[in-house]
Nanobody, 121 residues
Framework: QVQLVESGGGLVQFGGSLRLSCRAS????????MAWYRQAPGKQRDLVAL???????NYADSVKGRFTISRDNTKNTVYLQMSSLKPEDTAVYYC???????????????WGQGTQVTVSS
């Protein structure tokens, strides 16, 4: 089984910075895409940023210039560096990853459990 565990969420002041981490663990042969989504109360879950294995990335318009996604393929870990945070960034942030399992090379597509980010106004 492949599991994702997020960390780094918490309370931050308006204009502050925060870094989220997400590590994939289990019998993994290859992690392809890794991404961050977020979901505010009563809202749909939206893509925040995505990074491919080779390092190319894309961002939602609402976070361009403020957030940076990166990854360490040796650790199967993805990061989201957030700066100039606003109250509207408050949400549960979810990690997502896809790739291949080690033993049978079957594909996986897995979500983390989420981590709360709260930005004070």
């Amino acid at each position: 089984q492949v599991q994702l565990v997020e960390s780094g969420g918490g309370l931050v002041q308006f204009g502050g910075s925060l870094r989220l981490s997400c590590r994939a663990s289990g019998s993994i042969l290859l992690v392809n895409n890794m991404a961050w989504y977020r979901q505010a109360p009563g809202k749909q879950r939206d893509l925040v940023a995505l990074i491919a294995r080779g390092g190319t990335s894309n961002y939602a318009d609402s976070v361009k210039g403020r957030f940076t996604i990166s990854r360490d393929n040796t650790k199967n870990t993805v990061y989201l560096q957030m700066s100039s945070l606003k109250p509207e960034d408050t949400a549960v942030y979810y990690c997502k990853a896809d790739g291949l399992r080690y033993y049978d090379s079957e594909p996986f597509d897995t979500w983390g459990q989420g981590t709360q980010v709260t930005v004070s106004s």
